[in-house]
């Protein structure tokens, strides 16, 4: 079955970067997108960006441009998120999700979440 | 950006009742849309994808119509672990957008 297992909780301090991990099993790594996706506290989800497993590809959300870098190690199925330059308002559950067999854009199965907390 | 707008914000249901959730599209979305559930401290399960289409393994009390800019979730048979909040997503265009969510509680 389809597993996505993300990186345990990380606390930072205001301006220093984080990298979340997500562990892909269960499926044919190099054919799919992963996504992230994140969720502050009272907030809607808000999407980051993919990579295209198979190419290394990424598009990104206007809105984390400069600040997010999304990798992937295909030996070790495993896809990074990178996001520097931390705020406040970055502390949020993160979540890697996957693209869909019928449109890399529709997110079929989802991580656990990391919890990501920035505070001084 | 596409601004997604789901009603209402939160509902109370009765186990056996029938829930209709709205999600409505700043623009047209042709069926670009999906629906997910989810349950406090876990992640988001997909449901539906392309507005009407059961991802594997949901059961069929789930079913999703619409298309253009105003779409639904209806939940049959209501039943005590579909109690959560539910979001849609539009992925028409970047960047992909949620809605606020529809948190069903027990009535």
């Known amino acids: 079955q389809v597993q996505l297992v993300q990186s345990g909780a990380e606390v930072k301090n205001p301006g220093a970067s984080v990298t979340v991990s997500c562990k892909a099993s269960g499926y044919i790594f190099s054919t799919y997108f992963l996504h992230w996706v994140r969720q502050a506290p009272g907030q809607r989800l808000e999407w980051m960006g993919w990579?295209?497993?198979?190419?290394?590809?990424?598009k990104y959300s206007e809105s984390f441009q400069g600040r997010v870098t999304i990798t992937r190690d295909t030996s070790a199925r495993t896809v990074y998120m990178d996001l520097s330059s931390l705020r406040s308002e970055d502390t949020a559950v993160y979540h890697c999700a996957r693209g869909g067999d019928d449109n890399w854009n529709d997110l079929d199965y989802w991580g656990q979440g990391t919890l990501i907390t920035v505070t001084s | 950006d596409i601004q997604m707008t789901q009603s209402p914000s939160s509902l109370s249901a009765s186990v056996g009742d029938r829930v209709t959730i709205t999600c409505r599209a700043s623009q047209g979305i042709s069926n670009y849309l999906g629906w997910f559930q989810q349950k406090p401290g876990k992640a988001p399960k997909s449901l539906i994808y392309?507005?009407?289409n059961l991802q594997s393994g949901v059961p069929s009390k789930f079913s999703g119509s619409g298309s253009g800019t105003d779409f639904t979730l209806t939940i049959n048979s209501l039943q005590p672990e579909d109690f959560a909040t539910y979001y849609c997503q539009q992925y028409y265009h970047y960047p992909l957008t949620f809605g606020g969510g529809t948190k069903v509680e027990i009535k």
């Open positions: 990579i295209d497993a198979g190419r290394g590809n990424t």
């Open positions: 392309g507005a009407s």
